[in-house]
Each structure stands twice: as C-alpha cells, then as structure tokens.
C-alpha cells in the first residue's frame, strides 16, 4: 500500500509559524514520526509540500498513478480552492483531510472547507496526531475495499 502525504501553503514553516496554534513540530518531524507510523501500518509514504496550488494539483494527477491514497493538509487552500477538491476527486483515490488545529473553533473565514465534503474523512485539533489519526483511518479504509469508499468519492 503505498500514500502520499500532501501539505499546503506555509507548511514548511511549522515550527516557528505561530507556535502557539500550530506548535513546535517541524514538517521534518512531522514527516518523520508519520513514516515510522506507516511502517508499522504496513504503508509506504511519499511526502511532497509546496506554496504553488499549480504543483500541488500537478502532483496530486501524477501521483494518483502509484498511490492508493492522500492524507492532505492543504493549509489556507482548504478555504479558497476548488480546483484542490476537483482534483483530488478527479484522481478517484481516497483522501483524509488533516488539520494541525482545529478551523471550526478558529477564524469565520477558516470554518469553510471546500474539501471536507468530498473528503474520506477530516481529522482536525490533535496537533500532529492529526496526521496519524488520518492515516490510521485511510489504511483501515483501504484494507476493507467492500466499503464503497474506499475508491473515493464522487459527488
């Protein structure tokens, strides 16, 4: 099984981005202590970020290819792109959208979500958990194929 774990805008500056929503993780420690996670979920992890929404939609088509699915934090993206959505579902591979803090208790403007609907699942306020908790769910989901979701969603 193998996932691709895709973050967003700024994400590269967890750590010493406003430590006090996000903490003091790094993307590093985060990717790390993810892959130790996949290897005991019998997953093997890509990790790709980028502040380019057009990369982040050129890696998502290109990795559909080999991946059975994404764990995404798409950072600010999460409240401004539809194409991010569109191409998440265009793949037709399951995704979890993962947030390190928890936008529904946060800013007005933070609160919508165009991915959330078409999402697998959301798992949002563990801090880096977060990203654990999302992979946990997207390999269960991916082990039990008679679940209807777990070739994504179409909506």
């Known amino acids: 099984m193998r996932i691709a ?3 967003g805008p700024n994400l590269q500056l967890l750590g010493q981005r406003e430590p006090e929503i996000y903490g003091t993780s790094t993307l590093a420690d985060i990717n790390g202590e993810l892959e130790a996670s996949g290897k005991e979920l019998g997953a093997q992890l890509e990790f790709f970020q980028s502040n380019s929404e057009g990369a982040l939609l050129d890696y998502i088509a ?3 290819r080999r991946v059975d699915g994404f764990v995404v934090n798409p950072g600010a993206l999460t409240h401004t792109s539809v194409a991010l959505r569109d191409a ?3 793949v037709g591979r399951p995704f979890v959208e993962v947030h390190l803090s928890n936008p529904a208790a946060r800013e007005s403007f933070r609160q919508r979500s165009y991915l959330s609907g ?5 798992v949002s306020g563990f801090g880096p958990r977060s990203y654990r908790l999302g992979l946990e769910g997207l390999v269960a989901v991916l082990r039990a194929p008679q679940n209807p979701r777990a070739s994504g969603r179409s909506d």
């Open 5 to 7: 774990v895709v973050n």
């Open 88 to 90: 998440l579902v265009g």
């Open 62 to 64: 290109e990795a559909a």
């Open 118 to 122: 078409a999402a697998l699942g959301v």
